[in-house]
């Protein structure tokens, strides 16, 4: 197939979109995997599939982005419009802020409990093998 006539295949499948192309390599990949890789290949280096300038999943991290802090604006700026809705939201929230403080203390004592346990069997440790080397006596110079 020549350069041109290639250039009008790529050109038609773009017409379908996406899709499109997804389906060409699911069914390339089903008849001859080494086609599906190809089209797979093609797809990455063209840029078709959405990655562009190397982010991978740029755009879907960005508007996850966006909304998680159109999100967070709503809920500052008075959000829903239903009084008893924000409310219930705001103290809900503010409850489950105070809880992950609570569960962080906790865990910090239970880190440092942990800690302490682990040192004081540390000690125990060094003063028997301390105490059980005196006891023993030393190599004698017979």
């Given amino acids: 197939m020549t350069q041109r006539g290639m250039s009008n295949v790529i050109d038609r499948i773009d017409e379908f979109g996406l899709a499109a192309w997804i389906a060409l390599m ?8 080494p086609a599906g890789l190809a089209v797979l290949a093609f797809l990455i280096w063209s840029r078709r ?3 562009s ?51 962080q203390d906790f865990l910090g ?14 000690m125990a440790d060094r003063r028997r093998q301390a105490s059980e080397g005196q006891a023993q006596p030393g190599p004698s110079a017979a």
């Fill in 109 to 122: 004592r239970l880190r440092q409990a942990k800690d302490r346990a682990e040192f004081d069997q540390f």
């Fill in 26 to 33: 699911v069914v390339s990949f089903a008849l001859f995997w």
């Fill in 49 to 51: 599939m959405g990655c």
């Fill in 53 to 103: 300038k190397g982010r991978g999943f740029g755009r879907l991290h960005e508007t996850w982005h966006r909304r998680r802090d159109e999100w967070r604006a709503g809920s500052r700026s008075g959000g829903s419009g239903n009084a008893a809705f924000d409310e219930y939201r705001s103290d809900t929230i503010r409850r489950l802020e105070d809880e992950e403080k609570e569960f």
